[in-house]
């Protein structure tokens, strides 16, 4: 009896995300010729100048520990792109490098959660927050965001679903699944009602915030009043094409980060050295990378947006950021293709993989199961061809 799972892990489900990447992967080596558009990742190349910085840091011997809240000159860099891109005075002794983002959020979420308290989570969410709180110890409370109402909660909904054991909200925006983007003033609609229960605290993922097609961003940490309750999340794997180097931050009351200060200490030390070093480059170095990326993204958004309006049984919302789309998909449930019978959002995927050979993800992991996720971060010519395969896929399905 030595091979028993703790009660935590066996609570824990694996990452739907990068479960379906690893299969198209397989299938890939077998010689299958697959289009990915399942993992969430720039196809970008890091930038040039962030490559060169971080061969120069292994020359210069960036290659010991580093203090575990990151370099002091990388959170001033952090500091700087908080002023100038988002109005927002912080001191590096607010801010946190992590190993990505996806650290940073969980530490936040360890630092705060305990047994018993609960995380409101609005779904569609991305496939990693539920299972994080569960981690925490405590209960994720997901709430609905429709398509009709662009995937987006509303300050009735928060309002209702906060009880006395609530102790935070996670709010992604621009939104991995759906690509919504919350606009000012409805972060200040969610705001007045966080205002009026102040054990809640946020957790504001921002990692999208440079694949955005409205021209702004907006952030709860904005609103002075809420200030002090705002963990804000964010860091170079999106925006600047850097997912494998790694490094994420938190900008947050000084208590938070020194909690996931001594919590980080303990079972990563710090991030790795060389990519801190890349990441103050990426921020301190030029910017015209962001934007020429963006522009891809839009003008494939605006492809498969409209590849996906012209295939027959599936509805989309017109995402306004990150590089996703989250069409509706329930149409086929219930549908056949040779004795094989399609349930759910997930057979719809595994369908899609097997027969058109594209890689999705079902909505399942995203608390949305009459939706599938799509990434759009793949050539025009792949989003071309991805499309044609699943309309051809989909029309075969009675
Ligand atoms: N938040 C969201 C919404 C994401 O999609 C991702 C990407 N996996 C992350 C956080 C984590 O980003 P990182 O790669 O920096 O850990
Ligand atoms: N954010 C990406 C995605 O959702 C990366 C995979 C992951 O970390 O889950 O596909």
Redesign the pocket.
């Known amino acids: 009896m030595s091979n028993q799972l703790s009660d935590r892990l066996n609570r824990l489900a694996p990452?739907a995300?990068?479960a379906m990447s690893q299969k198209s992967a397989e299938l890939k080596a077998q010689g299958v010729d697959v289009i990915n558009m399942s993992?969430?990742?720039p196809d970008f190349p890091t930038p040039e100048h962030i490559k060169q910085a971080a061969k120069r840091a292994i020359d210069e011997n960036w290659t010991s520990y580093t203090p575990v809240p990151g370099y002091p000159a990388l959170r001033q860099a952090i500091a700087g792109k908080l002023r100038r891109e988002n109005g927002l005075l912080y001191d590096p002794s607010q801010i946190l490098v992590s190993s990505g983002a996806?650290q940073s959020v969980c530490n936040a979420l360890l630092a705060l959660v305990g047994k018993g308290d609960e995380v409101i989570i609005p779904a569609p969410y991305?496939?990693?927050y539920p299972q994080m709180v569960l981690l925490a110890d405590g209960e994720p409370v997901c709430v609905e965001a429709t398509l009709e109402q662009d995937f987006k909660l509303t300050p009735e909904q928060l309002e209702q679903a906060i009880t006395p054991r609530t102790r935070a909200l996670i709010i992604c925006s621009p939104s991995?699944p759906t690509g919504s983007v919350y606009t000012k003033e409805e972060l200040k609609g969610l705001k007045d009602v966080l205002l009026r229960h102040e054990r809640v605290m946020v957790i504001a993922d921002e990692i999208y915030e440079h694949i955005n097609y409205t021209g702004t961003h907006a952030s709860l940490a904005q609103f002075p009043e809420l200030r002090e309750r705002v963990v804000l999340v964010n860091g170079v794997s999106k925006a600047y094409a850097m997912t494998g180097w790694r490094i994420g931050f938190i900008a947050a009351p000084e208590w938070v980060v020194k909690a996931c200060n001594k919590l980080q200490g303990q079972y990563t030390s710090c991030p790795s050295s060389v990519s801190q070093k890349a990441a103050e480059e990426a921020y301190n170095g030029p910017q015209e990378c962001v934007e020429q990326m963006r522009q891809a993204f839009e003008r494939r958004k605006n492809l498969i947006v409209s590849l996906i309006r012209e295939t027959p049984g599936l509805e989309v919302n017109d995402p306004q950021g990150a590089f996703y789309v989250f069409p509706k998909c329930s149409s086929f449930f219930g549908k056949s293709f040779e004795g094989r019978t399609i349930e759910t959002s997930t057979d719809l995927a595994m369908y899609l993989l097997e027969v058109a050979h594209v890689a999705t993800v079902g909505g399942d992991a995203f608390g949305s199961p009459q939706c599938l996720r799509m990434?759009y971060a793949t050539s025009d010519e792949n989003i071309t061809e991805a499309m044609r395969r699943v309309r051809e896929a989909l029309a075969r399905l009675r």
């Open positions: 990452s995300t990068l993992v969430g990742e996806k991305w496939v990693s991995n990434s």
